[in-house]
């Protein structure tokens, strides 16, 4: 039933708008000094699946590069524990992802877990977050006023529900480009694809299969 819902959000969301925009994928833990894990994303701003490897640098950072097919969705990211209390902790990550709309984000990380038999419950942990997130030159040339760049703000949340299964939704608006798709001085299109100012742009929505670690260095 969850899947299902999942994937009925997911085609929605598609629909609404992709935006050619790549996030960096979430593994709701804390960094293993020495663990590498990997695993798969299938998003609604890639729509081809992108394949992702997080490493623990220490027990505070790790590490993450993911790749797309060809190269869409391509990306590096880091993270930083900067909090940790019980069942609570939150992160600090920064991220470049390579597309047609390329992008720098800035994300801070909220999770919490559930517990199980008096004990954290690794496979039941939601997040929520917010982000900036920065076009520093979009697909389409602006030739009114400003420049190319794209720079928007918004929220996301997002669940672990199974050893498996993960997913993540948000927005993120660039105030300039508003909401009005015949903006002039901002486009929302360009020859009917997404602008780095388009609505969709903004969206983010992506589905997480997690694959567990690899050999412990």
Wanted: hydrophobic share 35%; glycine share 12%.
């Amino acid at each position: 039933m969850i899947m299902r819902n999942l994937i009925l959000l997911f085609i929605a969301m598609y629909l609404w708008g992709a935006g050619c925009a790549s996030h960096p994928p979430v593994l709701p833990q804390i960094p293993v000094e020495g663990e590498t894990n990997m695993g798969f994303s299938f998003a609604a701003e890639n729509v081809i699946p992108v394949i992702w490897w997080r490493h623990g640098l220490n027990q505070y950072t790790d590490m993450g590069l993911k790749l797309g097919i060809p190269l869409s969705g391509t990306g590096i990211d880091i993270n930083r524990v900067l909090m940790k209390k019980d069942r609570r902790w939150d992160v600090l990550n920064f991220a470049y992802s390579y597309s047609p709309n390329s992008s720098f984000d800035l994300t801070y990380y909220m999770f919490k877990g559930s517990k199980r038999k008096g004990q954290l419950n690794p496979y039941n942990i939601g997040w929520t977050g917010a982000r900036v997130m920065i076009i520093p030159d979009g697909r389409f040339e602006n030739p009114g006023p400003g420049n190319d760049r794209s720079i928007r703000f918004g929220f996301l949340f997002g669940r672990r529900f199974g050893y498996r299964w993960g997913f993540e939704a948000g927005y993120f608006h660039d105030p300039r480009a508003g909401f009005d798709p015949k903006n002039e001085d901002y486009p929302h299109t360009d020859n009917k694809w997404p602008t780095q100012f388009s609505r969709g742009t903004g969206l983010s929505m992506q589905l997480f299969m997690y694959l567990g670690p690899t050999k412990k260095s």
